[in-house]
């Protein structure tokens, strides 16, 4: 079992719908939970940071960090065609090190 | 502003031969790092340094040599180029202090 699982899609959406994307992890270690944003033939960027659980809320895109559940989304409202890319999830245990585990990415579609 | 700079971008090897990816940041980072990035995989870190002269095996270190000389640069050596290091290799870099990752825009690898 991976230790952090993400559906890799592809998810084909409309403009201005809700999007939700998800992972799961196992390792209860982990405190800081990140969303990069990689488009086509680019490297990933980073689009949401949060430490431990909770939520967190930058213009249309908000991060929700479940602990208790090992579960945290990445929520886009009022998604549009440049919003169109692959959203990789990323945990640490702590802050510095080289302890990130990625998820696959999931593939997003958001369709004019 | 260039931020991580990678070359080359796109490389053909034959099975057995050597090469190496160059990796340059210029935001005088102590932290870099190597990544492959496979379909249904995620990100995997090859090798990672946190300082001029100090470095590491990360997950998937087999096949791949590094050297940290200075605090720019971060070459990837591929000794003997085997088809399942056909992949896209990413450099990143960060601060000591903080989680946040920038990349590079990637090199895509071919071996056959």
């Known amino acids: 079992q991976k230790e952090v699982e993400q559906d890799p899609g592809p998810l084909s959406v409309p403009e201005g719908a809700i999007v939700s994307l998800n992972c799961t992890y196992s390792?209860?270690?982990?405190?800081?939970f990140m969303w990069y944003r990689q488009y086509s033939r680019k490297g990933p960027e980073l689009l949401m940071y949060?430490?431990?659980?909770g939520n967190k809320e930058d213009g249309r895109f908000t991060a929700q960090v479940d602990k208790s559940s090992k579960y945290i989304s990445l929520f886009i409202r009022d998604s549009q065609p440049s919003d169109s890319a692959t959203y990789l999830c990323a945990m640490s245990p702590q802050a510095g090190g080289f302890k990130t585990m990625f998820g696959a990415g999931t593939r997003l579609f958001v369709k004019a | 502003n260039a931020g991580v700079t990678q070359t080359p971008k796109f490389q053909v090897l034959k099975t057995g031969q050597s090469m190496t990816l160059q990796c340059a940041q210029d935001?005088?980072?102590?932290?870099m790092s190597w990544y492959r990035q496979d379909p249904g995989m995620g990100l995997r870190l090859i090798h990672y340094?946190?300082?001029?002269?100090?470095?590491d095996q990360g997950e998937v270190p087999n096949g791949y040599n590094v050297s940290r000389s200075t605090t720019e640069d971060f070459p990837l050596r591929l000794l003997s180029a085997a088809p399942s290091q056909t992949s896209v290799y990413f450099c990143?870099?960060?601060?000591?202090?903080?989680?946040?990752?920038?990349f590079g825009s990637g090199t895509q690898l071919s071996v056959l």
């Open positions: 390792n209860s270690a982990f405190q800081y």
């Open positions: 935001m005088n980072h102590e932290y």
């Open positions: 949060t430490y431990s659980s």
């Open positions: 990143a870099s960060k601060s000591a202090t903080n989680e946040k990752l920038f």
């Open positions: 340094s946190v300082g001029a002269g100090i470095t």
